[in-house]
């Protein structure tokens, strides 16, 4: 499942050259895609994806007033299209939650590795 999470992390990264923020989108996209590289070489300190994660919640949080109670969910799939500010940012929200999320499951599964060795 990490591999997959790391392709998505890096397609993540190639799609936002076009973005109006680029630098920072690639950013946390690619400190994602780093921690899975660590994870799979054993060498990810379970510190790297907690801050990542954090970062990443906090975030969504940040972006979630502008979303929460203004769009649909069948709006943010009607079309790949920027349609509206709200719209762009529940996209935003979902995949800073979707990084929060594998975050949590790497910073778990990092400490559970360590206590075993």
């Known amino acids: ?39 799979l ?16 919640l906090i975030w969504a949080c940040l972006l979630a007033p502008g979303v929460i109670g203004q769009v649909s969910v069948a709006e943010v799939f009607e079309s790949m299209q920027m349609k509206t500010v709200a719209v762009e940012e529940a996209r935003e929200m979902g995949g800073l939650f979707i990084v929060a999320v594998w975050m949590a499951v790497l910073t778990l599964t990092s400490s559970q590795e360590r206590s075993l060795r």
Do not use: E, K
């Open 1 to 39: 499942m990490n591999y997959l999470m790391l392709a998505v992390f890096l397609f993540c990264v190639a799609v936002q050259y076009n973005d109006p923020d680029p630098v920072r989108w690639m950013a946390i996209y690619g400190l994602a895609a780093i921690a899975c590289v660590l994870y």
């Open 41 to 56: 070489t054993r060498r990810l300190h379970r510190a790297i994806p907690a801050a990542i994660g954090a970062a990443s």
